[in-house]
């Protein structure tokens, strides 16, 4: 599930009607407590961006990603924060970071990729696949 508040709600990333094109960013070793210690998840984070925004939005994804970093390392986040609603809490938080860093025009909505998230490949999206490429 993506958040995406240019619709308002939850959303797949695939919605009819949802133009624009995604740019995933490079894994993430996310910090979590547990009673024995520190322990890293991996994230992986896609950006979706309005059509007509490539150039501005691309250029932001180095300091998106350090925001994001930032914002993760200091939400003392726990295991239950990776799974169930709170997985969706979590990339609304850092939609929300995105937008603090940026600004509402260049990034239309975020998600976090799981085990069942299509693959962006040349095939399937070859735009948003040259762009993930190209803007890391």
């Given at each position: 599930?993506?958040?995406?508040?240019?619709?308002?709600?939850?959303?797949?990333?695939?919605?009819?009607?949802?133009?624009?094109?995604?740019i995933?960013?490079?894994?993430?070793?996310?910090?979590?407590?547990?009673?024995?210690?520190?322990?890293?998840?991996?994230?992986?984070?896609?950006?979706?961006?309005?059509?007509?925004?490539?150039?501005?939005?691309?250029?932001?994804?180095?300091?998106?990603h350090?925001?994001?970093?930032?914002?993760?390392?200091?939400?003392?986040l726990?295991?239950?924060?990776?799974?169930?609603?709170?997985?969706?809490?979590?990339?609304?938080?850092?939609?929300?970071?995105?937008?603090?860093?940026?600004?509402?025009?260049?990034?239309?909505?975020l998600?976090?990729?799981?085990?069942?998230s299509?693959?962006?490949?040349?095939e399937?999206?070859?735009?948003?696949?040259?762009?993930?490429?190209?803007?890391?």
């Amino acid at each position: 599930m993506a958040f995406s508040p240019a619709l308002g709600a939850e959303d797949s990333e695939g919605a009819i009607g949802y133009t624009g094109y995604r740019i995933q960013l490079n894994p993430m070793m996310v910090p979590y407590k547990t009673p024995s210690g520190l322990r890293y998840e991996v994230l992986t984070v896609r950006l979706r961006l309005p059509e007509g925004n490539e150039r501005p939005g691309c250029w932001m994804i180095p300091i998106i990603h350090e925001k994001i970093l930032m914002y993760l390392y200091e939400a003392n986040l726990t295991p239950a924060d990776f799974q169930g609603q709170r997985r969706e809490v979590l990339a609304k938080n850092m939609f929300d970071a995105v937008i603090r860093a940026s600004d509402r025009s260049l990034y239309t909505g975020l998600t976090l990729v799981n085990d069942n998230s299509e693959p962006i490949t040349p095939e399937t999206d070859p735009r948003s696949a040259t762009l993930t490429t190209q803007c890391k």
